[in-house]
């Protein structure tokens, strides 16, 4: 036991207090992960994914869904909460930055300088076409800003990414997973036909649209994968990978800067109500948090192993190609599917329905019209300058 802040803190109570709470997150998390891989079984056999697919259906999002029904039917005891709680605010940010070493830099440039200022303005798009619809229905800005980065730039892992800055709610964080994925699988069947019809058959065009158009990287490649299944073209399922991961490196960026967005209307709208109070933006490094630099470090790790494997054989001097690789798939593969699944797990266990009752329909309005707009701003602009584009 140790002074803390004019506290005494019993380190071993307080561990002890957290089991219960971890233990519950970590068997969610597993049944998420079977449960996930069960569903895609099941679509193999029925035919609609081919043999060598993956399930379209994130572990993240099944050990969500299983929270939830867990906490509306049976409820959770208090003597879980302490650990829920901590695997959603402390868990999911070791997760995050672990996710760093799923993406290299030098992806992106397999892309050229047409390709990501192309990303760029999709991602762009779907921020400002939510967060204006949000404001324009008088929805939570919090929940606004959750949809338009899931919407913009890679689905759950942005909502869970922002959310911690923003200070989201349980119940936000859960209906902007279930906006996300319902119109991320609804692209995920339907946008493999609608861009064979739109885009000619052009592998390069195709793969962009679907790494730009479909918000999770789950979905996106199991749209990839149904394009190639239907229509025998494998270089479709590269390209939208390629584009999908480098969409996915804007969240250095756009996590600070959506943070910004939002503090600044809450600032306004604070101002307003309160017109003898004077409130401040906080200060700009205060919407950098430590586990986005964590993330920022982990990409550089992973694109400088990447450069020094590629020009002297060995990543960093040190590791052959095959150790670099299971060093980065195992650190992002913990990272994405158990720290994530468990934070994730936590959402659920803290989601209760009767929370919505105050939310109602029109964030769903918000996320259909913002998925519909950047599906639609992607095609016009990949059908225009998709032919300059070599992969």
């Known amino acids: 036991m140790i002074l803390l802040k004019g506290k005494l803190v019993n380190y071993k109570e307080s561990l002890m207090n957290l089991i219960p709470g971890l233990l519950l997150s970590i068997i969610v998390m597993f049944i998420g992960i079977y449960g996930a891989e069960l569903i895609g079984y099941l679509l193999i056999k029925l035919g609609l994914l081919s043999s060598n697919s993956k399930s379209p259906i994130s572990s993240i999002f099944v050990a969500i869904i299983l929270g939830i029904f867990i906490r509306n039917i049976f409820g959770v005891k208090q003597i879980f909460i302490e650990g829920i709680s901590f695997s959603m605010k402390y868990i999911l940010r070791v997760g995050i930055v672990l996710l760093g070493f799923r993406l290299s830099l030098l992806e992106a440039l397999k892309l050229g300088t047409l390709g990501i200022p192309l990303i760029i303005i999709s991602i762009a798009s779907g921020l400002f076409i939510t967060l204006y619809l949000t404001n324009k229905l008088k929805q939570s800005n919090r929940l606004g800003t959750l949809i338009a980065c899931g919407t913009g730039i890679c689905g759950v892992t942005a909502i869970m990414a922002t959310s911690p800055v923003i200070k989201a709610k349980e119940d936000e964080i859960s209906y902007a997973v279930a906006n996300i994925t319902i119109f991320g699988l609804t692209g995920m069947i339907l946008y493999p036909f609608l861009a064979q019809w739109l885009l000619a058959g052009d592998p390069i065009k195709i793969g962009m649209f679907l790494g730009t158009a479909i918000h999770d990287t789950a979905q996106v490649t199991g749209s990839a994968l149904i394009y190639d299944q239907v229509f025998d073209m494998k270089q479709v399922v590269d390209v939208a990978t390629v584009t999908k991961l480098t969409r996915n490196l804007f969240i250095i960026g756009i996590i600070p800067f959506v943070s910004y967005l939002y503090y600044k209307t809450l600032t306004e ?123």
Do not use: C, H
């Open 269 to 391: 709208e604070t101002t307003r109500n309160e017109q003898n109070r004077t409130t401040q933006l906080p200060k700009w490094y205060t919407f950098i948090p430590l586990f986005v630099i964590g993330f920022l470090f982990f990409a550089f790790l992973r694109t400088v192993g990447d450069m020094t494997l590629a020009n002297f054989g060995s990543a960093f001097g040190l590791f052959q190609a095959s150790i670099w690789e299971l060093i980065y798939t195992t650190g992002s593969s913990f990272g994405t599917t158990y720290l994530l699944g468990m934070a994730m797990a936590g959402v659920g266990l803290s989601t209760d329905f009767r929370k919505f009752k105050g939310i109602g329909v029109k964030p769903f309005y918000i996320g259909f019209i913002a998925a519909v707009s950047v599906g639609m701003v992607s095609v016009v602009l990949i059908s225009m300058f998709g032919s300059f584009i070599t992969i």
